[in-house]
């Protein structure tokens, strides 16, 4: 099953400037993350934000979460060309132990 | 950090053998593992929850007898997709989740595994 969906599904940019992808999800969660997955391989964690929490950053990343419109969003800042790869949020229902339900991602492409 | 690690990292067999994937938490011990299946340019889809010492938990629409999951011990977990067909060509992914970090919701992920049947 999947949670929802990310828009947009691709985008593509110039190197410097910022990146914004946003998440739904339907159900009540935990905490959102966000991944990113180069071509062929596995999963980079990026950040985890918990559902008491509206926003978060970490270096060039900043994630917020609305709950009352079940919506997250990632921004990316000053993007470079090795940020290309496709972004994945993913939930984590409000019950302990759950798996990880991903949305169908955006594939980001930064041109320099 | 947690280090997931799977093997192999691709594989490629004929149709109608069996092919084993390996999922094994380096440094900590995991009680609860989760497979995913991705085909190409699409996202993951949870096919399965692997808990050490009971049987697998299959999501909805995967067939329990083509996809044997094992989860024997504290660190390692297979998935076994026996008489492979060329549709179960996909890039298999495992995950798990630190014993003592239940809480969290943070997830550690294999490299993946590709398999292709020819």
């Known amino acids: 099953s999947q949670q929802g969906e990310e828009d947009p599904q691709a985008l593509s940019i110039q190197e410097g400037e910022n990146a914004t992808m946003n998440c739904s999800y339907k159900t009540s969660i935990n905490n959102l993350q966000w991944y990113r997955q180069n071509s062929g391989r596995g999963l980079v964690h990026l950040i985890l934000?918990?559902?008491?929490?509206r926003e978060k950053h970490s270096g060039r990343l900043r994630v917020t979460l609305d709950t009352s419109k079940k919506s997250s969003s990632l921004l990316i800042t000053a993007s470079r060309a090795a940020d290309t790869a496709s972004y994945f949020c993913a939930t984590s229902e409000q019950q302990a132990g759950t798996a990880l339900i991903f949305g169908k991602g955006t594939t980001l492409s930064v041109s320099s | 950090g947690a280090v997931v690690s799977q093997h192999p990292s691709w594989v490629i067999c004929k149709s109608g053998t069996s092919v084993k994937i390996e999922c094994r938490s380096l440094?900590?011990?995991?009680?609860?593992m989760f497979w995913y299946r991705q085909f190409p340019k699409q996202s993951l889809m949870l096919m399965a929850t692997s808990n050490e010492g009971s049987k697998a938990t299959y999501e909805q629409g995967v067939e329990k007898d083509k996809f044997l999951i094992n989860h024997a011990s504290l660190t390692l977990s297979t998935l076994t997709v026996t008489s492979a067909h060329p549709e179960d060509s996909s890039f298999y992914i495992c995950?798990?989740?630190?014993?003592?970090?239940?809480?969290?919701?943070?997830?550690?992920f294999g490299e993946g595994s590709r398999l292709t049947v020819l």
């Open positions: 995950s798990a989740r630190d014993r003592g970090k239940s809480n969290t919701g943070e997830l550690f």
């Open positions: 934000i918990r559902s008491n929490e």
């Open positions: 440094d900590f011990q995991a009680t609860t």
